[in-house]
Nanobody, 120 residues
């Protein structure tokens, strides 16, 4: 199947920056969309940013201009550069990868989550 390993979360002051990374491995033939979701306490999980295989990106309005998603298709990795962080960005961030396996089945895989805490 697919394994996702996330890294880069932590504690940062408001206005600071963090970079999240996610590496996908396993029985992958090709990767379609890669993305980052987040879930704050008491709130639903929301899409933060996504990037397609052709490089088309999508961001939730609240992070536009502050966050940048990128991918390295050769390495099956996706990153999220987060600048000008705000306390409301505090959440557990999850990597999500939609891919086609070598068995010709599709897979929608999730990372284990990484905590991002922004102090005011």
């Amino acid at each position: 199947q697919v394994q996702l390993v996330e890294s880069g979360g932590g504690l940062v002051q408001a206005g600071g920056s963090l970079r999240l990374s996610c590496a996908a491995s396993g029985n992958i033939f090709s990767i379609n969309t890669m993305g980052w979701y987040r879930q704050a306490p008491g709130k639903q999980r929301e899409l933060v940013a996504s990037i397609t295989g052709s490089g088309t990106t999508n961001y939730v309005n609240s992070v536009k201009g502050r966050f940048t998603i990128s991918r390295d298709s050769a390495k099956n990795t996706v990153s999220l550069q987060m600048n000008s962080l705000k306390p409301e960005d505090t959440a557990v961030y999850y990597c999500n990868v939609n891919c086609l396996l070598r068995s010709w089945r599709t897979s929608d895989a999730w990372g284990q989550g990484t905590q991002v805490t922004v102090s005011s």
